[in-house]
């Protein structure tokens, strides 16, 4: 039996790089998906990956920076499929940009940490209303340390602190919320460094496993903590980063 037969899952940001692997991961596993990003583009190539291997999925717009669309979102996913287990607040944007680039910052912040809270908000709801459910939100070992720009760290750190409160206050109505934190990825958000030779030499070099991680290696680790094998585990900020925070 697959892990989430019968289940319904939430990715947003699923057009690319961990969402999108994540959604497949899902769907692998029996879940119905929703897969949501803001290109539709790229949002219906992951669905049309997930039902060419058999799965179910459908497409749904969403910028996580409206509170309005994340709660048209989470009601779009309960009309389509009745219900909602699994939710994967993944959607985020970094910056290369200079330290404290004040419009930067707010969009930053928007996104990464203000599109989470949408999430948690109408996730939670309807987790509530239906007796339970896990949700996983994406923040990073700049969330773990003081890596990262400025903007970028800020909003992690959020992230995780929004997960620790958010899976305190509802434990107790069978709702876990745990975070996920990834190391350096290979993904097109990396892709411009990679192209550097010197820079990809020194990122590796960062990571004791000598290499950066792939989208499929997070998508797992987020697989496990919504599944009923993490049954225990809550408010937690799971590294996955192959050893960089050990230094």
Sequence with gaps: MALFDGKVALV?????????ATALAF?????????????????????????????????????????????????????????????FNNAGVSNS??????DVFRR????????????????????IRQGGGTIVNT????????QGTVDYTASKHGVVGITRAAALRYAAMGIRVNAVCPGVIAT???DPLMKDPAMKARIEAMTPMQ???????????????????????????????????CR
Excluded: H
């Design 12 to 20: 947003t940001g699923a057009g690319s790089g961990i969402g999108r």
């Design 27 to 87: 769907a692998r596993e029996g879940a119905r998906v929703i897969v949501s990003d803001v290109n539709a583009a790229s949002g219906d190539e992951t669905v049309a990956m997930i039902r060419q291997a058999g799965g179910t999925a459908a497409f749904k717009a969403c910028n996580v920076a409206s509170e309005q669309e994340v709660k048209a979102l989470v009601e779009g996913t309960v009309a389509e499929f009745g219900r909602l287990d699994c939710a």
């Design 97 to 102: 940009r200079p330290d404290f680039d004040l």
């Design 108 to 127: 930053t912040i928007e996104i990464n940490l203000n599109g989470v809270a949408y999430g948690l908000k109408f996730e939670i709801e309807q987790m």
């Design 139 to 146: 923040s990073s070992i700049a969330g773990l340390s003081g």
């Design 188 to 190: 097109s958000m990396t």
């Design 211 to 245: 290499r950066m991680g792939t989208a499929e290696e997070i998508a797992e680790a987020v697989i496990w903590l919504c599944s009923a094998k993490a049954s225990f585990v809550t408010g937690q900020a799971l590294a996955v980063d192959g050893g960089c925070l």
